[in-house]
């Protein structure tokens, strides 16, 4: 867990305590001008109230400019920023016909697909011309093509599953598949920093949820013996089913599961592994195939497999593998499989080229070459920025590095001096992260060269000492240069 230091978690406190306080000196003056005003909703309950709703009006619409920012161009290692005005103090945001052309060190384009690829490209543009946008169709009416269906063959083959369903949308992969996989009886022990898209699925599955403490595998092991000590609540009769979900890659923090150790517990105790792979599938190991061949994890041990097509695959779309028999039973049960319009067929084209991309079964190396770059680019961006001071969270092959912030007066500072300066980075705040631990989460991609990473770094050097976020000793600079050399030679 991350250690804060005593003196930043009291400034922070200090600055949300000022900024609340304020907040509600300002709403209570508001009462009194709202009461003079007439409205045509009187008598109405008001829509939104609640700390959430506070916490938008009188302290996230101060700095809305640092997020939501729109882009002109394709999400490349470069890419056009749309300018945006304010004249009411950030409350709305105008856009501008001028764009910046930034450094693009937020997107999850992780192998360099979503931007014009000589092969993927050509391939989808022609799928369009011969299917269109959309199926205007769930999967069991008119919306299965014979690139669906080879789509969900591919990625079976690709991770190492007998069978495979793919649906339109990433997140609702999630929500969607637990409740159908677990009910009242069963129970889901999730990791305490699991997306929001597992929390959901699993709120509305029913079943009971245990959370053990992020990525430890012994406190697992300890919830798991108690609940099947305990068994069901009130009846004590045992669990129907037991689901331990994680992730391959924590996207807030960039670590890797310590997944073989996870699975030899869930061996022990009979329960079930879900594995979301959605920033791991594409992006490591030495195929690209995920965390179980970066760790040298079997798939078979893995019970079930989920991610994404919108990071390494530049796509849309998310996918389950499983055994045949789950697969199948997914394809009668699943609302998002019934209900929901099919993938959009360019978008499966481009997941099945860049797959054989990545394969090299386009006739070339480029796939492999893609994947090195991506693992030397992030091992060295993350080496160079904690050599320079800066907290940073995650593993040595995750393209996912958080910078900690803390302050949320070093939020919006950090954004705009680094967008002054043409880099564009993404900050993360409550309530994607807990209160005190705001972060800058950077990602890196294959398509970034040494020059944009020299780049980055020139750039987070200066504005990290303009903000104050250096919070460890530097090497000596000369010392730095030295081995930055060493390293791109």
Known sequence: MIAIPYLTALTTYFSYGL??????????????????????????????????????????????????????????AWFDVVERFSNDYNKTLKLTTKTSRCLNLGSYNYLGFAASDEYCTPRAIQTLKKYSPSTCSSRVDGGTTVLHNELEKCVASFVGKPAAIVFGMGYVTNSAILPVLLGKGGLIVSDSLNHNSIVNGARGSGASICVFQHNTPSHLEEVLREQIAEGQPRTRRPWKKIIVIVEGIYSMEGELCKLPEIIAI?????????????????????????????LGVDTADVDIMMGTFTKSFGSSGGYIAGSKELIQYLKYTCPAHLYATSISPPAAEQIISAIKVILGEDGSNRGAQKLARIRENSNFFRSELQKMGFEVLGDNDSPVMPIMLYNPAKIPAFSRECLKQNVAVVTVAFPATPLLLARARICISASHTKEDLLKALEVFGRVGDLVGIKYFPAEPKKLQEEERLLKLE
């Open 266 to 294: 869930c061996k022990k105790y009979k329960a079930y592994t879900y594995l979301d792979e959605a920033h791991s599938i594409g992006a490591v190991g030495k195929t690209g195939r995920g965390v179980c061949e970066l």
């Open 19 to 76: 900024l609340f306080v304020f907040g509600q000196v300002r709403d209570f003056f508001r009462k009194f001008i709202d009461w003079w005003s007439s409205s045509n909703l009187q008598g109405y309950a008001p829509i939104c109230l609640g700390l959430e709703d506070f916490y938008i009006r009188r302290l996230y619409l101060r700095i809305q400019d640092c997020f939501n920012r729109p882009i002109a161009s394709a999400p490349d």
